[in-house]
């Protein structure tokens, strides 16, 4: 045991009073898998612990509890059984099945790229356990080679169904798209929805991994890769492995459709069409067997597949069978081949003759006698003009078309195209370049950064990276938009609305929600959450008296520069209170004692005397001194006694 495995402290535990917790099998983002003993039954289980901190999350307990209710409403031979579900002393767990084996991403990391038998014994099985669920109504949402299981005894099955959902709920956004980006369905990329044919598309993609030994697409950031899955087609995996056959580029291409209506409908019709292959082209699944060792993977491409298959279709290709042939018989096939040399002899005799007879016609009457429209791309009409003049052909002023990639006024193509071959002197027309396609922009500012952002693509306009800032506009809105031309010069603000060009790129500004309210913190408290949004705090104080704040409590931020909203990495300053202002006692010398009372509440202080109001001596005595004594700044509120006094 490791020195790891040492420390965790759930080895050697009881579960529930009934899974004694043995070694632990290995550790994800969500969670932790052990081997436990389930000492009621006797048998071998995994226990799926999920991690403490999450314990107290809504959300994750929420998907825990689902992925146990998934997987249990599936009863297939292919698909990870779940026993139990249950809390203990803080502790949220799932019971599964215990499968001693690796898992398919294990197996592609040995082997790099799987021959085709091995992907089909694998693409069968796991086609088979996701049919059950989507016959069931429940999406997987995450297949990928580490959800895979290849079991010692050879079966394979599918699980984790940690991100399960009914085929009826298939919004996917926020924390629910959280499937390996490299196998994400373009849907989820662009719309945030799922259903059984984004399970397609991640078979699909898996497909291509298995035959090639590598993903289709690759990106240093992950939403470099997630817009190639948005954009790009999936390449047939013959192109990087020529040993793969026709029908499953033909599988790999329609299972991974950017529009899903073109994939198969579920893994059943998948599963149906792979089953085709197997017999067109002759190769059958190994089926698993009660046997242990590893998982005996390797045998396929070593021949000893063959002794588990089962009886059917032989492939033929290549074979030689040996037969005797008697003397009849090489006799036929000599006179065959005499006969073919002189049938040769005399189809080479006419078309000797023919190609005599047809060079006249060629050059002159015949194609022969045609000229070739000359290619005049990126030229003007002018130069144009006289490349065709010089191959005796008349140019013309065609229609003119925009593009992004030839600039107006130049050639873009012929009419005719380059190349072609034309009587001479015919007209040939000249295409010539409008120039970008123009497009008119409603205002962007107020939209989404998303929308903003899809409407610009949509007519080829460039997104810059957007800029950010703290404005009273929701988190996630544009605030201005600039437009940097293709072509040079200043950019424009374009925030409401006006004309763009194709290949412009726009940068977006967008806002970041408001500042956070620091007023009525400590220094420290307000210091770390304007750090936490990415504003500098200046060591700096300025500090305020205030009868709102009490002393050392934070009033507000100063600093903003004129004319703009601030931006994450300013540098603001603290405005400190330093409590209320000090005031001058007055001076109450003289007066009576209750009229010296109240001077001194209207001048907000409270005045004390020792003496209590009977008799009517407040309106007797008069006062001679005071503490503090009069002129001294005190802070309102401050009692002012009133010490001597006298008739």
């Known amino acids: 045991m490791t020195t790891s495995q040492q420390a965790d402290p759930l080895i050697g535990r009881l579960v529930d009073g009934r899974y004694r917790v043995r070694a632990r099998i290995a550790r994800g983002g969500m969670a932790t898998v052990y081997v436990a003993t389930d000492l009621r039954l006797e048998r071998r289980v995994a226990l799926k612990v999920m991690h403490g901190h999450l314990s107290d999350d809504a959300v994750f307990q929420s998907r825990f509890i689902q992925e146990a209710r998934a997987a249990a409403r599936l009863a297939d031979p292919h698909v990870v059984n779940v026993f139990d579900q249950g809390q203990d002393d803080g502790i949220a767990y799932l019971v599964m099945e215990y499968l001693p084996g690796i898992t398919l991403r294990e197996l592609l990391r040995e082997q790099k790229r799987l021959s085709v038998a091995q992907t089909i014994s694998i693409m069968d099985a796991t086609l088979s356990g996701l049919a059950a669920a989507h016959r069931a109504g429940i999406v997987h949402r995450d297949v990928k080679p580490e959800n895979i299981l290849l079991a010692e005894d050879g079966r394979i099955k599918i699980g984790d169904f940690g991100l399960a959902r009914a085929t009826t709920a298939n919004t996917a956004t926020g924390q629910m798209l959280l499937g390996t980006i490299a196998y994400l369905a373009p849907e989820l990329v662009t719309r945030g929805q799922a259903d059984a044919r984004s399970d397609i598309y991640a078979l699909g993609i898996m497909l291509y991994e298995m035959l090639v030994g590598d993903q289709p697409y690759k990106g240093e950031q992950p939403m470099q890769i997630a817009y190639r899955h948005a954009t790009d087609t999936v390449p047939r995996p013959s192109v990087k492995n020529p040993q793969v056959p026709e029908q499953l580029d033909e599988l790999v291409l329609w299972a991974t459709e950017k529009v899903p209506d073109d994939r198969p409908l579920d893994a059943a019709q998948m599963l149906e069409r792979l089953r085709e292959i197997e017999r067109e082209i002759g190769v059958t699944p190994a089926p698993a067997r009660a046997t242990t060792g590893v998982i005996p993977m390797d045998a396929v491409d070593s021949g000893d597949l063959t002794k588990v298959m089962p009886a059917g279709p032989v492939p033929t290709a290549g074979v030689v069978t040996n037969v005797d042939t008697d003397n009849a018989t090489r006799l036929r096939r000599r006179v065959s081949r005499r006969r073919a040399r002189g049938a040769w002899l005399a189809i080479i005799v006419v078309l000797l003759a023919a190609l005599a007879g047809g060079a006249g016609w060629w050059f002159g009457s015949g194609p022969g006698s045609l000229v070739g429209v000359p290619d005049v791309s990126g030229m003007t009409f002018e130069q144009a003009q006289a490349a065709l003049a010089e191959q005796t052909l008349v140019a013309t002023q065609g229609a003119g078309e925009h593009s992004r990639d030839v600039a107006a006024g130049l050639a873009i193509r012929t009419d005719p195209v380059a190349g072609a071959r034309v009587d001479k002197d015919a007209e040939v027309a000249v295409v010539l370049s409008l120039g970008p396609q123009p497009h008119q922009l409603d205002p962007l500012a107020g939209l989404s950064e998303d929308a903003a952002r899809q409407l610009l693509s949509s007519i080829d306009v460039a997104v810059g990276e957007s800029a950010t800032e703290f404005a009273d506009a929701g988190a996630g809105t544009v605030l201005f938009a600039l437009l940097q031309p293709a072509a040079g010069g200043d950019a424009v603000d ?69 004319g703009r909203n601030w931006r994450p990495g300013d540098v603001v300053t603290l405005v400190v209170s330093l409590g209320p202002q000090p005031i001058p006692v007055p001076d109450v010398s003289g007066l009576t004692i209750r009229e010296a009372l109240i001077e001194l509440d209207d001048a907000g202080f409270r005045g004390n005397v020792a003496i209590p109001d009977t008799i009517g001596l407040w309106d007797i005595y008069r006062v001679r001194g005071t503490a503090p004594e009069p002129g001294e700044d005190h802070i309102p509120g401050t009692v002012v006694e009133i010490t001597d006094f006298g008739l």
């Open 494 to 562: 374009i925030s409401g609305g006006g004309t763009v060009l194709e290949g412009d790129t726009v940068v977006l500004t967008v806002s970041l929600g408001g500042v956070p309210d620091v007023t009525g913190m400590s220094v420290g408290n307000a210091t770390s959450t304007l750090q936490g949004v990415q504003l500098q705090v200046s060591d700096t104080l300025a500090e305020e008296y205030s009868d709102d704040f009490a002393e050392g409590d934070v009033i507000g931020i100063r600093g903003q520069p004129e």
